[in-house]
């Protein structure tokens, strides 16, 4: 029995554990400040929804041997042409979220194969460098918005202005065209969105069929040790290449997932800030620079977005005063500074081993 | 006079989650004596040194029991600068070089820097700006300590592995303070003259009152310099004796706990290759290898002989096979079975039938993060579709765990392999386990020429004649040509049918096993 407790430890790991006990705590003061127990949970669990395939899009990167994935805006912004085409064809439903997943997967592919040639152009510095250009292209879409020839009066400045707007609402094309396929009503305050949660996953599976094939496995020979890849006659810079575009084809994706369930299409500095809370879930779930699992995606999605929902509500009734906002940045941005200085001491630890 | 007892080891035990590696270990060093420890692969030699050194990879895994004590302080070590700060040094059986730097900055950097890679990775360009006369005058005396021809300036990257081995023992001496050095198979990948020099250094380290323990496989070597020696076997300590009333086949015994033969002894009578037909031909070949550059190599190897290549460390030994199998740059004319080999192209050498098991275990070798199973089946079935199931007409290469396993299992049955399964991550072998693994890769391949390099490094006695056995029944049953690179020259005598000897980039002469040791001896320093 000891040793069973010891092994779980071993593999569940300190971190995981406090983090988790944490949230069980939060759960359990909640009905004692006066939270909707019920209201939490299901808001938790449509965040897991939302964040879910984000945060799958990290692991073949990780598994590829190009680190963690900065660059996540640029597949963001695969999913976000993939959304305002959808939505410039005023396609609605299931049809039109599906046609925006349809159209923004080979801008995934196109854009995560350049990203890919260049990020084999910068061996060793890849988390810098994918830092980089997701930053620069969100600066340069910031442009293109304005330019691209957009139409529908549903997404462009009014007055006959042109360009898109920096939000437009799905509410009339695909909003929770997947959380209401089958959802689970108890009650007012419990919802449970199984299409999501179906879909999300589906793409799990996706990516675990992908890494028990013959390419996936050459990809994660070719993430832990590219020099023994090579002498198996594995084209490394190949597969690196096929990590970065499944990752940035899976932003693509996750990202129209998220926008079905939050309504609005953000663009512009919507994509700025995505990649960290993303970052920072896999690697609370446990996973590092070098190997990540689809259980870290599902432990660390779950932890990171429930810490995030339940301490600015449960702190809220405690002080009495609306600070949600300001809370939920400051734990967001503690836990993804958390997260980070972990991968350090990770990576160090295994160059001692 | 018990203050002449610099370390006292009790009751060390240590186990990794649940897997006993060592058991109640007691044992005792005077100062500057040289303490041998010897033992088969796994037996916990280096987990033994790794505890003694504070070394974090014991702590990450639940730490150990037991008392250390130096110079009469009992000092459990937390980390390896506590150790380094108490007068231990230790140089690991894998190196621990920064390879673009210079050997100068490698022997001067604080340990904590050569360590932690993260922060030679954030400050390099930094560190590495740091150079100055006064430290590279100190390292060269730290080199010419040691005894060798290297210039401090030398990048690591392009050393010959036993330069390496040299650089990293400088490191340690440099320090002053040093009480008790720790050497982990230093002399694995030397040929015998370059062991030779490694011993005097140690033995003279010695004679300055510095106390040694030393790992090795050649109970040569152990009997040669070592004053007491200490037996592992499965964890225990099994025999503790001075060298001066014991012999190497009474070790080999202890060691294994049963009777074993001695060295490699030749068993099967050489074959005459003139009649045979060549399968190989190599023209004007010269390879870019840093450390083994190849200048100019013609061959022919002859379909099924097992050849040789033999040479000091830095000669170009090593060059000829990675140049071949398209690790390094090459050029010149390579034809295998009729066919012109493109070279710089590893895929193309994998495919037209030949394999390689690189010298270098950790960097080429194996993938330390994962399970034993998928480094010996990964490029078998990466290269020949095989351990895979079609799904969906082909669309879908589905991995088969179950037949990688299996092949795995029988691998670890074939070479003795020790592990807890199949399944348990490469990096936690030890180190002559880790070869066996190696080995397993090429032998699953099943290849038409099979080139070795270094096929015994860090292999104890034992599975050593078992490694060369199933050499030659590869060699003999399935008709694989082999190309064996090693330095042990006794080895290479012991199981080839031809032997050349490499220096300076070329093919020196070539002998017959039988030929007496003298020409062999002419040949390699010839230049
Ligand atoms: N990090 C680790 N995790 C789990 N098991 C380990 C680890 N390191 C070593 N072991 C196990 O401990 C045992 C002893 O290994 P050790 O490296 O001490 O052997 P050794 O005597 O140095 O052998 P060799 O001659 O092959 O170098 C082996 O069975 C090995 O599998
Ligand atoms: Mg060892």
């Not at chain 2, 049963?258 to 037909?277: H, Y």
């Not at chain 2, 071949?324 to 493109?342: D, H, N, R, S, T």
């Not at chain 2, 179950?402 to 092949?407: E, F, G, S, V």
Request: charged fraction near 20%.
């Amino acid at each position: 029995m000891m040793e069973k407790i010891k092994d779980f430890l071993e593999a569940a790991g300190w971190p995981r554990l406090i983090i988790g006990l944490f949230l069980l705590a939060l759960f359990i003061t909640a009905p004692f400040v006066e939270v909707n127990i019920f209201t939490s949970l299901s808001d938790v669990i449509v965040r897991f929804g939302m964040w879910g395939i984000l945060v799958l899009a990290m692991v073949p990167m990780v598994q590829g041997g190009c680190g963690l994935n900065f660059g996540l805006p640029l597949g963001i912004i695969a999913g976000l042409l993939g959304a305002v085409t959808s939505v410039e064809l005023q396609l609605t439903g299931l049809v039109g979220f599906f046609s925006a997943v349809l159209i923004a997967i080979p801008f995934g592919i196109g854009l995560g194969l350049l990203y890919g040639i260049l990020l084999n152009k910068v061996k060793g510095d890849e988390m810098t460098i994918a830092l980089y250009v997701g930053f620069s292209s969100v600066a340069f879409m910031s442009m293109m918005w304005l330019k691209l020839p957009y139409k529908s009066p549903d997404m462009i400045w009014a007055y006959g202005g042109t360009g898109l707007r920096t939000t437009i609402s799905v509410e009339k094309f695909w909003y929770r065209a997947l959380n209401d396929i089958w959802t689970i009503q108890i009650g007012d305050h419990f919802y449970f969105p199984t299409g999501m949660i179906i879909f999300f996953a589906f793409m799990c599976l996706l990516v675990w069929v992908f890494f028990h094939t013959k390419t996936g496995t050459a990809v994660t020979a070719a993430g832990s040790n590219p020099e023994y890849a090579r002498a198996s006659g594995v084209n490394v810079d190949k597969m690196r290449i096929i990590s970065v575009i499944l990752t940035t084809v899976l932003a693509a994706v996750g990202i129209i997932v998220y926008e079905q369930s939050f309504g609005f299409i953000q663009l512009y500095l919507g994509p700025f800030w995505m990649a960290f809370p993303a970052v920072a879930g896999i690697l609370l779930g446990g996973a590092s620079v070098h190997k990540a699992t689809i259980m870290n995606v599902i432990v660390g999605t779950f932890l990171f977005q429930g810490i995030l929902t339940m301490t600015p509500s449960v702190i809220n009734n405690i002080i009495q005063t609306d600070m949600s906002e300001t809370i939920r940045i400051i734990v967001s941005n503690g836990l993804i500074l958390y997260a980070l200085t972990r991968t350090i001491t990770i990576k160090s630890a295994k160059v001692k081993a | 006079m018990p203050d002449d007892i610099l370390l006292k080891m009790k009751n060390i035990t240590k186990d990794f989650y649940g897997n006993q590696v060592l058991t109640g270990v007691n044992m005792e060093l005077k100062r500057g004596h040289i303490l041998g420890l010897v033992g088969e692969n796994g037996a916990g030699k280096s987990t033994l040194m790794n505890i003694l050194f504070g070394s974090t990879v014991i702590k990450e895994t639940g730490g150990f029991t037991g008392e250390i004590e130096l110079d009469g302080k009992i000092c459990n070590f937390e980390s390896p600068f506590d150790a380094l700060d108490a007068g231990v040094g230790m140089v690991h059986q894998e190196f621990m070089l920064i390879p673009g730097f210079q050997a100068a900055e490698n022997i001067m950097l604080n340990r904590e820097l050569t360590q932690r890679n993260f922060w030679v990775d954030v400050f390099g360009e930094r560190l590495s700006s740091l150079k100055n006369e006064e430290m590279i005058k100190r390292a060269q005396k730290a080199i010419d300590t040691v005894g060798v021809d290297l210039d401090a300036k030398t990048l690591v990257s392009e050393m010959p592995v036993a330069h390496k081995q040299f650089t990293e023992i400088a490191r340690e001496i440099d320090r002053e303070a040093t009480k008790l050095l720790i050497l982990d198979e230093p002399t694995a990948v030397l040929t015998e003259s370059e062991a030779e020099i490694m011993l005097s250094v140690v033995r003279r380290l010695a004679d300055m009152g510095i106390s040694v323990i030393f790992i090795s496989h050649r109970l040569k070597e152990i009997m040669q310099i070592c004053n007491e020696l200490v037996v592992l076997r499965d964890g225990k300590l099994v025999k503790e004796v001075p060298t001066n009333e014991t012999n190497p086949e009474k070790i080999s015994e202890w060691m294994v706990g049963r009777e074993i033969g001695g060295g490699p002894a030749r068993e099967a009578p050489v074959k005459q290759t003139e009649e045979m037909e060549t399968v190989l031909k190599v023209r004007n070949l010269w390879v870019d290898m840093p450390g083994e550059r190849v200048i100019n190599v013609d061959l022919d190897i002859k379909k099924g002989e097992i050849f040789g290549i033999g040479g000091l460390a830095g000669q170009g030994k090593l060059g000829i096979p990675n140049g071949i199998m398209g690790l390094y740059p090459a050029g010149g004319k390579v034809e295998f079975q009729g066919k012109k080999i493109k070279l710089n192209n590893p895929r193309f050498a994998l495919d037209s039938g030949m394999a390689f098991v690189s010298e270098d275990r950790r960097d080429v070798g194996l993938l330390l993060e994962e399970p034993i199973d998928w480094n010996i089946s990964f490029t078998v079935m990466q290269t020949q579709e095989k351990y895979l199931k079609k799904i969906l007409g082909g669309l879908i290469k589905w991995r088969d765990d179950k037949a990688i396993a299996k092949l795995a299992q029988e691998y670890i049955d074939l070479l003795e392999i020790r592990c807890t399964s199949s399944k348990q991550l490469a990096k936690e072998l030890s180190g002559g386990n880790q070869q066996k693994v190696c080995l397993a890769k090429a032998f699953a391949v099943r290849p038409d020429l099979l080139f070795v390099s270094e096929p015994t490094r860090g292999i104890d006695v034992g599975a050593k004649q078992l490694v060369l056995d199933t050499l030659h029944e590869y060699n003999e049953k399935y008709g694989i040509t082999i190309i064996v690179c090693s330095s042990e020259l006794e080895e290479l005598r012991s199981i080839s049918d031809r032997v050349a000897i490499v220096s300076e980039g070329r093919i020196a002469g070539i002998l017959s096993p039988t030929a007496p040791l003298k020409e062999f001896g002419a040949l390699m320093l010839e230049a």
